[in-house]
Nanobody, 128 residues
Framework: QVQLVESGGGLVQAGGSLRLSCVASGRTFSRYSMGWFRQSSGKEREFVATIRWIRGTTDYADSVKGRFTISRDSAKNTMYLQMDGLKPEDTAVYYC?????????????????????WGQGTQVTVSS
């Protein structure tokens, strides 16, 4: 069982930056990828970004591409989401998630159903 704990959320003005962290713990952590999702009030949870744990390849939602950067520190079992150029529409609870598989034939996934461990979420609020 993998436990995930996010941190780094908060209140920031439009155009500002935040960095989210997600620490994985539990039995030896080894998953194909980890990802960030977010859920705004009244909306379904949506994909933000994902990173292949070993090789570091990444994928981003179009809405955040060029503004957000996902990274990881394997030695610390920690994933990050650097968020720059924040907009009010980025306001949401941000969740980190761990891939349910060790290996994938077809690369990174944006589907919630492919992630089976979730953190508790951290609130990001961007004021205009």
């Amino acid at each position: 069982q993998v436990q995930l704990v996010e941190s780094g959320g908060g209140l920031v003005q439009a155009g500002g930056s935040l960095r989210l962290s997600c620490v994985a713990s539990g039995r030896t952590f080894s998953r194909y990828s980890m990802g960030w999702f977010r859920q705004s009030s009244g909306k379904e949870r949506e994909f933000v970004a994902t990173i292949r744990w070993i090789r570091g390849t990444t994928d981003y939602a179009d809405s955040v591409k060029g503004r957000f950067t996902i990274s990881r520190d394997s030695a610390k079992n920690t994933m990050y989401l650097q968020m720059d150029g924040l907009k009010p529409e980025d306001t949401a609870v941000y969740y980190c998630a761990a891939d349910r598989l060790l290996f994938r034939d077809f690369g990174l996934s944006r589907e919630e159903s492919e992630y089976d461990s979730w953190g508790q979420g951290t609130q990001v609020t961007v004021s205009s």
